[in-house]
């Protein structure tokens, strides 16, 4: 159970309306049941939507967060504030994230995916590239590094059509 003071109702409106930098949505992306446990945390930070992808060989949680802090511990604090889940087990661990990297994590209400919504905008980008059959056991995590560098590489209209990777950097720049 996700206690009140993590549910996203109690999260500062500064994250949900995209005005800081550095608070995160997160989310797995699974492949059909018979394909195996294999599967990819997707990361995306919500105010320039840059995009990280992790490859886990099972959806247990430890394992999960641990991937989650090793590829967040280079960044610095500003850049790692907060990360939004839904409640799936695999984002249990997240009090390992807080003791880890100090980032506080925020659960959306159960069945809203709609409440991390950048994260659920980027999947469905991701699946143009890895359909729901795809076997994830077969993708090398070097592939999805390049993946991620596609996404972020590509101008939006949300950004005034800068690429995330653009929006991403300058945000590092100014605020470290």
């Not at 996203?8 to 949505?25: A, L, N, T, V, Y």
Request: aromatic share 10%; charged share 25%.
């Amino acid at each position: 159970m996700i206690p009140l003071d993590y549910r996203i109702s109690q999260r500062p409106d500064f994250i949900g309306d995209r005005s800081q930098f550095g608070h995160w949505e997160g989310d797995l992306l699974i492949a059909r049941r018979e394909l195996g446990d294999t599967n990819v945390t997707s990361l995306v930070e919500r105010k320039s939507r840059y995009t990280v992808m992790i490859k886990n060989r099972s959806r247990h949680s430890r394992p999960i967060i641990d991937k989650i802090i090793d590829a967040f511990s280079p960044l610095p604090a500003f850049a790692r504030q907060s990360f939004t889940f839904d409640r799936g087990t695999e984002f249990r661990g997240f009090r390992a994230l807080e003791d880890g990297i100090g980032a506080r994590s925020w659960f959306c209400d159960p069945n809203s995916p709609w409440q991390k919504g950048a994260v659920e905008n980027t999947n469905k980008r991701i699946r143009r590239f890895m359909p729901g059959d795809t076997d994830l056991s077969n993708v090398a995590q070097q592939q999805l590094v390049d993946l991620a560098h596609h996404l972020n590489s590509l101008p939006r209209k949300c950004l005034g059509y800068k690429t995330p990777a653009e929006v991403f950097m300058a945000h590092l720049r100014e605020c470290g």
